[in-house]
């Protein structure tokens, strides 16, 4: 670990990305979230990285409610696209790097193989066009950024795909579940750790592979697949579980539309960086016995 007296600050502090990151208990890192910072409030935002002083900022906030994004679009881009752009106006001036978390949803999911970072986007929904703006923003006015994209993000922490799943099982005997949306799982502590690594190597001396990467887990499934999964362990744990239903997308219409494809290639984080997340089943299993012990 860098010893260096200057932190790196996150934004964000009660999302799942900012308390997997305050799950590492490093002293070193900061986590901010509303209402000191707010990405919506450019003054505050320069404010607080002028008080904190930080060697790096890692943006973990932003309006991540992918179908409310389709009524709230206003809002969506306010916190998707100009807060990072502020934050990234403010870390050129400062003189420091800015990691800014993206998503799968950046593309339309029509790729019959895993996204790698150079693929021209093409997002279905507000949420994806307004991350993808932000990204934009980021690079214009950062020149020492990494826009990382994450997808399928699961954890013990805040609200998942996994506790949603336990919470349902405890209400129902059935769930439907769509079977036609595959991704790579990636456990949040790990991403979380997975960010602070890059975070380090940015910091050294002659880092310059600034740009747009993506780090996500390495194992296939569809969500209904991964339905299965979660009730698995928490059968074995005495937990809630029910019987999924597997579905079509076509079948089951939310607001947002979702990439069918939100496979993410990590290969170019591996090559610049050597980082591998381990398998995301590992951390199922931790999250699946902590949320259960919560629950019952
Ligand atoms: N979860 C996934 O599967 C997934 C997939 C793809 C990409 N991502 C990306 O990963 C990042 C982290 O997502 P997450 O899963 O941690 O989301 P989350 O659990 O919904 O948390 C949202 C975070 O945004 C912060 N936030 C909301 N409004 C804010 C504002 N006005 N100013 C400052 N911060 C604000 C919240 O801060 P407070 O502490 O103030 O509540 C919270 O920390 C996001 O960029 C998201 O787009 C996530």
Redesign the pocket.
């Known amino acids: 670990m860098n010893s260096s007296a200057a932190p790196i600050l996150v ?10 990151l305050a799950s590492l208990r490093r002293p070193d890192v900061v ?5 000191e ?5 450019p003054a505050k935002l320069a404010d607080l990285v002028a008080r904190v002083s930080p060697r790096l900022v890692l ?7 992918v179908d409310q994004a389709e009524s709230q679009a206003e809002e969506a881009y ?3 696209r100009d ?1 990072p752009a502020a934050l990234a106006r403010i870390c050129a001036s400062a003189g420091i790097p800015l990691i ?6 950046v593309f339309d999911g029509r790729k019959p193989a895993p996204y790698t970072p150079e693929e021209i986007p093409s997002p279905l929904s507000v ?1 994806g066009r307004s ?1 993808l703006e932000g990204e934009e923003a980021v690079a214009i006015h950062c020149r020492q950024h990494l826009v990382v ?6 954890s013990e ?5 996994v506790r949603t799943m336990l919470k349902l099982a405890r209400q129902r005997e059935t769930i439907s579940v769509v079977s036609d949306q595959t991704g790579y799982p ?1 456990y ?1 502590p790990d991403l979380a750790a997975g960010l602070l690594a890059m975070a380090e190597q940015v910091l050294a001396p002659g880092f310059d592979a600034w740009g747009t990467y993506h780090l996500a887990g390495r194992e296939e499934i569809d969500r209904a697949s991964m339905a299965e999964a979660i009730f698995s362990e928490s059968r074995a744990l005495g937990g809630p579980s029910a019987q999924i239903v597997p579905i079509l997308t076509r079948d089951y219409p939310t607001p947002a539309e979702r990439p069918l494809n939100a496979r993410l290639d990590s290969a170019k984080a591996f090559d610049t960086f050597g980082l591998r997340l381990q398998d995301w089943r590992i951390g199922l299993q931790k999250s699946v016995r902590v949320l259960v012990a919560e629950m019952s």
């Open positions: 934004i964000g502090r009660q999302g799942q990305l900012a308390l997997s986590c901010m979230g509303r209402p910072c707010d990405l919506a409030d943006n973990a906030g932003g309006f991540t409610k306010a916190l998707n807060g800014h978390v993206s998503t799968d949803c949420y991350k994209r994450v997808s399928w993000v699961f922490h805040a609200d998942n795909f990636t949040c």
